[in-house]
Each structure stands twice: as structure tokens, then as C-alpha cells.
């Protein structure tokens, strides 16, 4: 009698992990090597809300039904070595899928100013010694001299003596906890730097993705460019520098907040191009609460409503934005969103509004 052999459960086609982004690599070497997801969140630099979506997203990509099954993908598909369990960052070894070596620190300043070293969060200490981290990281490589230092952090009401000697010498100490290697704030006679090589910045990243994503809009890849908005914008966990002091912080912060706002109303864009309206209207709900004088925001919300049939409700963004304008900013609305009103009135698409509102948007980013 004929013996029947077991067959193998079912595995995800071989060329699936081909088709993982960079980022999504990141996240399932991570979870191949059995970290949860705040401690990927920590040693990706990104925020927890972020990881959790990433995650389901990549069981959802690869047809896989839970995290068990993440992790046998990650070692059948050599994403993770059982001979090598850690990664990379952590043992010195490199392989295909990380090219280079990363650096152990990394810091967030797209939220909450944060560092992990070694994947472990860092105490930065007390705000004003954080504002001061804040205006060297920012400017990797640049010498900053000791009193741009406290103005940065200060502004007119800058203390007399050395505290800023004093808070660079903590924060060398925090940053570098194990005392190995070159320290990552350095000193010359034009003032003290940031070494740009020591750290992985999640600002760097966000500049890093931008490019990516406009790369892939010239392209004409609409559905990789929404993407990689999407992972940019996933990069903020709040607001930026949040709750630091000084004028550099607030400057920054400022910085920052616009950049957010135009990566969001650029995916938007694509995501109205793609017919992803639902998708695109949860986000521009969101947004318009956050930015609510923002007019981009707006044509893209009416846009948005128009095309899904919703045509009274689009006139009420306008009507709504058209009175905080006044009320708050004595203006009224500019003439591209005034073009697109009539458009919505006579039920007619307007592309020069809505190419308007884009090149804004584009302006912005």
C-alpha cells in the first residue's frame, strides 16, 4: 500500500519578499528576530501606532495570519539567520539585505524629542538641555558657536556662565552611555558639532522618503509615490519638538509642521488621482481640524466631496473656511479656491483650480 507524504503548508510565493520596500524589510527583520513593537518602534525611530500599521500591513501583503507566521517567512526567506539571530545593528555582521552598518543612536525629533542607543531609550535630561541637542542634531556636521547655542535655546533671556558646557558634557555622557567610540558632539574652535555619521535621525529619513516619493510622482508611479507619503508621514508622532523651549525649537517646529502639511495634502492629491476617495477624505477630515485655515486643505476637501456626489457638503467647506478666514485672519479666500467654488456651483470638474491647489502643495513640500 502506497504511502501518502504530508504536504507542506502553504508559503508565500518566493518572489514576495523581493517586492518589500525597504522599509517594510526593516520591520520584518525586526519582528523575524522576535522584538516587540515598542522595541521596534525604538530601534526604527518611529512610533509605535506606526509599527502596528506596518505590521498588518505586512501579514495582509504576504497572506500570512499572524505574527508566528511573520516570523517562520522571515527566516525561510533568509530575511533573518538562525545562526544569526540578531541583527546586523547589533552583531557588526552585514548581510544582502542591509548593505551598511547603522549607527546605534538614534534620535526622533518628529514628536516628543527622543534617543535609543543600542535600541534602549535614552533620559535626555531637563527641556533646556534637550533644546540644545535639538539645535546641534538638527544641523549635523555644522560647528555652532556657544552663544548661537543660547540664543537658540534662550533667546534675549540667555543665562550668563556655562551652562551650555555643562549640558553638552551630560549629553555626551547620555548619548554615548557605554563610553565606546568617538563622541558624538565634538568641539572645535568655531564652537560644537554634531557628528552627522554617529546617529540616525528620523528628520534625515523624512528627507530621504520625500525625494523618493517625488522621484516616483515624476515617474508617473502614482500608487508607490502615495505609498511612500504614507511611510514619510508615519515617520511624526505628534507635534514636532513638542514642548521644547527657545526660539530654534519653535522655528523647527514651525519647519516641520508646514512639511507635514504638505506631504499630507500631496498624498491626498494622489490618492484623488488614484479614485481613492474614501481614503482620501478620511484624511483630509482629519487635516482640516488640524489646519483649519489651511485653503489647500480645503479645495482638496471639496474636491474631494464633489467627485463623490456630495456637492452641498463641499460648498460647506467652503462657506466654513470662508468665515474663519475672516474672523481670524481678516482675508478672504484666494482666487483658486474661489475659481473651484464656482466650479462645484456649476457642477463642472475646474482643472485649473485643482492644478492650482497641486502646484501650492508642491510649493510647500
Known amino acids: 500500500m502506497a504511502t501518502t507524504t504530508p504536504e507542506p503548508p502553504p508559503r508565500a510565493p518566493e518572489s514576495a519578499a523581493r517586492r518589500l520596500t525597504a522599509g517594510e524589510l526593516d520591520v520584518l527583520r525586526a519582528v523575524g528576530r522576535g522584538l516587540n513593537d515598542s522595541e521596534i518602534a525604538g530601534e526604527l525611530g518611529v512610533s509605535g501606532a506606526a509599527v502596528r500599521r ?206 507635514r502639511l504638505a506631504l499630507t495634502t500631496r498624498r491626498a492629491e494622489g490618492l484623488l488621482r488614484l479614485r481613492r476617495h474614501a481614503q482620501a477624505l478620511d484624511e483630509l477630515w482629519d487635516s482640516s481640524v488640524t489646519h483649519p485655515h489651511s485653503e489647500t486643505v480645503a479645495a482638496l476637501l471639496m474636491r474631494a466631496l464633489h467627485e463623490t456626489g456630495r456637492r452641498a457638503d463641499a460648498l460647506s467647506v467652503f462657506a466654513r473656511l470662508r468665515e474663519l478666514l475672516i474672523d481670524d485672519l481678516g482675508v478672504e479666500p484666494g482666487e483658486p479656491l474661489r475659481r473651484l467654488r464656482r466650479s462645484v456651483l456649476r457642477d463642472e470638474p475646474e482643472r485649473d483650480a485643482q492644478d492650482g491647489m497641486t502646484n501650492l502643495a508642491l510649493r510647500s513640500a
Open 54 to 259: 506596518d505590521v498588518a500591513r505586512l501579514r495582509t501583503r504576504l497572506g500570512l495570519r499572524d505574527r508566528c507566521a511573520l516570523i517562520v517567512f522571515a527566516f525561510d526567506h533568509a530575511i533573518v539567520s538562525p545562526s544569526r539571530p540578531d541583527s546586523p545593528a547589533r552583531t557588526g555582521v552585514s548581510s544582502p539585505s542591509t548593505p551598511r552598518l547603522r549607527p546605534r543612536l538614534r534620535i526622533s525629533a518628529l514628536g516628543p524629542l527622543r534617543a535609543w542607543s543600542g535600541g534602549r531609550p535614552v533620559n535626555l535630561g531637563p527641556m533646556r538641555q534637550q533644546a540644545v541637542l535639538a539645535a546641534l542634531a538638527l544641523r549635523p556636521d555644522v560647528a555652532v558657536s556657544r552663544q548661537e547655542l543660547l540664543n537658540d535655546g534662550w533667546g534675549p533671556e540667555a543665562p550668563e556662565g556655562n551652562v551650555v558646557q555643562v549640558y553638552v558634557y551630560r549629553l555626551r555622557k547620555c548619548l554615548r552611555p557605554d563610553g565606546v567610540g568617538e563622541p558624538v558632539i565634538c568641539r572645535d574652535r568655531f564652537g560644537y558639532r554634531f557628528a552627522g555619521q554617529s546617529a540616525v535621525l528620523d528628520v534625515t529619513r523624512l528627507d530621504e522618503l520625500t525625494t523618493e516619493a517625488d522621484t516616483a510622482w515624476r515617474a508617473g508611479d502614482l500608487p508607490a509615490a502615495v505609498e511612500t507619503h504614507r511611510r514619510a508621514l508615519d515617520l511624526f508622532d505628534g507635534e514636532p519638538l513638542a514642548g521644547l523651549p527657545g526660539p530654534f525649537a519653535e522655528m523647527e517646529r514651525l519647519r516641520l509642521t508646514e512639511r
